[in-house]
C-alpha cells in the first residue's frame, strides 16, 4: 500500500554495497582459495572495511575505497594467518564483480517505468562502483553512479548525502534513500531523506539519531510503497537534471548558516545546489563572491547581495 508519507519522492538513491551487490558473494571465491577458513575472513573483510572507512573520516586521514577494502582485507587474511599479495590481489578483483541480489534488477526497471529517478549513492570509489554496474548489467537501469569521492569523505558525514540533492537537484524531501546499513539509513534520515531500510541481514536497530520510515526484508516492496505509476507524473513536469543548469559548469554547492527558503532545510547540514531555475533567496544580483565548496575545486563560483558565512559540516 503506498505511504502518503513518501508521496513527495522524486528520486530512489540506493546504497551499493550490501543494498543493491551482495558482499558476499566473494564467499565462493575466497573458500575455493582458503578453505575452511573464509566464512571468518570473509566477515572480518567487511567489519574492518566499514571500521577503516569511519575511522579514516574521523582522522581526516581519507582515502579512496579501494584502498580501504584493500587494507580490511590485508588485515583479515594476516588474521588467519595468510599474508600472500598474489592471494590478496586475487580476492580484491572480486570485489569488481559483485552479483546483484535477485530483485534488484524488477524494481530498477519497475521505478523506471514509473517515472522515478534512480541513483546510487556508495561509499564506493568510481572505478568500483563502474566496474560492478557494468558487471551485474545495471548501466541502462541507474540514472547516476555517485560516489562519495566528489567530497572526500565516507558516510554517514552530511556531505555525502548532500551529493545527491546537488546533483539530482531535488529536496532532501524529495529523494528515497535505500540501504541495508542501519547506520547508514541513520545518517541519510537524520540529514532529511525519507528512508527505507532494507534490513537483509536481520539488524538491530541503531540507537542513533534518524530513523527510518520502512523497514523491508528485500526491495520487493519499495514499488508498492511508493504508489508504482504514480511517480510518472514528476517525469512528465520534467525533474531538474545537471543539464538544466547550463550556467554553472559541474556541481555548484553553497553553505550558509541559515535556513535556505528553497529548500526549507538548514544549509549547514546540506549542500545545495545554486541555479539560475532555483528560487533560493540567497541568489540574487551582483555582489560578493559567496563561499562554495565549487571554488574550493577550482570551479566558479557564483555571486549574490550578500557574502554569506561559511560553516562547517
Sequence with gaps: ????????VKACVFDAYGTLFDV???????REAIGD???????????????????????????????????AL???????????????????????????????????????????????LSNGAPVMLDAAVQSAGLDDLLDEVLSVEEVGVFKPAPAVYGIAVDRLGLAPQEICFLSSNAWDAAGAAYFGFRVVWVNRFGQVRERLPGKPLHELKTLDA???LLGGARGARFASAGSPRRTDFPSIPGSMAIRCRTTCRCCAFPAWRAIRRIS???????????????????????????????????RPI
Design 1 to 8: 500500500m503506498p505511504d502518503p508519507d513518501l508521496k513527495t
Design 24 to 30: 558476499f558473494s566473494v564467499a565462493a571465491g575466497v
Design 37 to 71: 577458513k573464509a566464512g571468518t575472513v570473509t566477515a572480518m573483510w567487511r567489519q574492518k572495511q566499514l571500521e577503516y572507512s569511519w575511522l579514516r573520516s574521523l582522522m581526516n586521514a581519507h582515502a579512496d575505497f579501494w584502498q580501504v577494502t584493500r587494507d
Design 74 to 120: 590485508d588485515f583479515a587474511l594476516s588474521a588467519a594467518g595468510n599474508d600472500d599479495p598474489a592471494l590478496r590481489d586475487t580476492l580484491l578483483d572480486l570485489y569488481l564483480s559483485l552479483a546483484p541480489y535477485p530483485e534488484v534488477k524488477s524494481v530498477l526497471s519497475a521505478l523506471k517505468r514509473a517515472g522515478y529517478r534512480r541513483a546510487i
Design 222 to 224: 519499495l514499488p508498492g
Design 276 to 310: 539560475t531555475a532555483s528560487p533560493c533567496t540567497f541568489r540574487s544580483g551582483a555582489g560578493s563572491s559567496v563561499p562554495t565548496t565549487a571554488a574550493a575545486a577550482g570551479r566558479p563560483t557564483i555571486r549574490t547581495a550578500r557574502t554569506i558565512s561559511p
